[in-house]
């Protein structure tokens, strides 16, 4: 491994995930200090859709982490053609009310084909999807639904799926937006796990495209944030722990050979051909660059403008650098 890339090193996920504001003061989240803060009169009834495939293992720590917490919501597991086990676990899932249902399917359609059949099939007022390398924070729920009821500028909402450490807030200030009450680190599109949307803006913008294993949520995001929806982490960030980060101290990606054994199983690796360590941890300081110095409107990644970020992801990096010159 170059030495520009440093080992993964072992962090964990807080419930009182500690960030620092534009004051420089410390501010946390926390699930506690969550409850205190106005709410909408109505309950918020939230559907949660959880994608399995494979990774037995990760899907036990996700879900031990997501019932953790007293938040009431309704839950659907819906697996894609596991092979290791994760069928013959879910068959007999975790007990709690909360879990509505388990969906287990012989053919592996891909996430947004269970996207759609959950969030069209539910009356909640807010829907979400969640993976099963992912870990939450207890009161996720609770922050993002508030922000969604009482902000309608807002459009998918989700919770930070790197490091704290990753973030620089100098760099990324003028992206740290106040939107109603609420503070958003805005982007056009957000990570596919761990976030929440209101239901009426999915009916707003129809089903997501599906019919294959490799389509992701950006492109459906883009589409949000172009019709004048802010899409973004909440801030100050609340954490969920990616596991197929290679930082995260529960990532079976340790070397080249784990990247390579689980390409088939990991979006991202397969998507970019990611075949090592390397190219891994390139991959991911690549979309930190973005996140942090790419542009916040949509249009900026739509048409001419939008093919020449495609062709060349250093696009932005590139320009702030000569921007600073």
Not at 2 to 18: F, L, Y
Not at 164 to 192: M, N, S, Y
Not at 236 to 248: E, G, R, T
């Amino acid at each position: 491994m170059s030495s520009t890339h440093p080992q993964p090193s072992s962090s964990t996920v807080s419930a009182n995930a500690r960030v620092r504001e534009d004051d420089g003061a410390d501010r946390s989240f926390s699930p506690a200090g969550q409850k205190s803060r106005p709410s909408n009169p109505e309950p918020m009834k939230t559907c949660i859709v959880l994608v399995t495939y494979n990774r037995l293992d990760y899907t036990k720590k996700c879900l031990d982490a997501l019932l953790s917490s007293d938040e009431q919501f309704e839950l659907v597991i819906w697996d894609n053609a596991s092979t290791d086990g994760t069928r013959e676990f879910l068959a007999h899932p975790p007990k709690d009310k909360r879990i509505a249902r388990v969906e287990l399917f012989d053919k592996n359609l891909g996430p947004t084909y269970a996207i759609n059949r959950v969030w069209q099939s539910t009356d909640a007022t807010l829907v979400g999807k969640l993976d099963n390398d992912c870990l939450v924070t207890p009161g996720w729920i609770r922050a993002l639904g508030t922000a969604l009821t009482e902000t309608q500028e807002l459009g998918a909402l989700a919770c930070w799926h790197y490091r704290l450490e990753d973030f620089d807030l100098q760099r990324a200030q003028k992206k740290v937006q106040t939107i109603g009450r609420h503070r958003v680190f805005r982007h056009p599109w957000i990570c596919g796990s761990g976030f929440l949307m209101r239901r009426a803006l999915y009916e707003e913008m129809g089903p997501v495209p599906e019919g294959c294993k490799g389509i992701g949520l950006s492109d459906y995001f883009l589409r949000i944030a172009a019709r004048g929806y802010v899409n973004g982490w909440y801030y100050p960030f609340i954490l969920q722990d990616h596991m197929d980060d290679p930082y995260s101290p529960h990532s079976v990606l340790k070397d080249d050979e784990s990247i390579r054994k689980a390409a088939e199983v990991t979006y991202v690796l397969r998507e970019f051909g990611i075949k090592s360590m390397k190219a891994r941890l390139d991959r991911r300081q690549t979309v930190l660059d973005n996140l942090h110095i790419g542009p916040w409107e949509a249009e900026a990644y739509l048409g001419l403008r939008g093919k020449i970020r495609r062709r060349f992801p250093a696009w932005d990096r590139i320009r702030a650098s000569l921007a600073l010159s």
